[in-house]
């Protein structure tokens, strides 16, 4: 099976780095699937964005990213995320609430959380 070296880095904290069999991620263009292979380019991510990862080895990673850049080389993607976190850590009744958010950033970041959860929970 053919794999791609991914990361995926937040501001704040490398979430993820490894060899997966594809990486998607949503950007201001609509949504990106990376394989091995893939044409080098570079992508803005959506402002309420969400990566989803497929390891070699493991079940796929989802996380809320919203708003960054996506950088695809030869034989590697790098996802440089403002804001990172994996769904397993999205408190859903925080996320829900800052839906009301008068600030832009916080309710684009709330909408990533909950959208990751949806698509955690995807087969």
């Known amino acids: 099976m053919a794999e791609i070296t991914a990361e995926l880095v937040s501001v704040e904290r490398l979430l993820w780095s490894?060899?997966?069999t594809i990486v998607t991620a949503q950007t201001t263009e609509g949504e990106i699937g990376?394989?091995?292979g893939h044409e080098?380019?570079?992508g803005q991510l959506a402002e309420n964005g969400v990566v989803v990862?497929?390891?070699v080895d493991g079940d796929k990673?989802?996380?809320a990213a919203p708003g960054g850049f996506l950088s695809v080389s030869k034989d590697k993607v790098?996802?440089?995320a403002h804001y990172a976190v994996w769904a397993s850590e999205v408190d859903t009744a925080a996320a829900?609430?800052?839906l009301n958010s008068d600030d832009p950033e916080i309710k684009a970041r709330a909408e990533a959380e909950l959208r990751a959860l949806r698509r955690d929970?995807?087969?």
Do not use: Q
Request: hydrophobic share 55%; no cysteine.
């Open 121 to 123: 929970k995807e087969a």
């Open 61 to 63: 990673l989802v996380a």
């Open 34 to 36: 990376v394989l091995p």
């Open 78 to 80: 790098t996802i440089l």
């Open 40 to 42: 080098p380019m570079l």
């Open 96 to 98: 829900e609430a800052n």
């Open 53 to 55: 990862i497929r390891p």
């Open 18 to 20: 490894g060899k997966a």
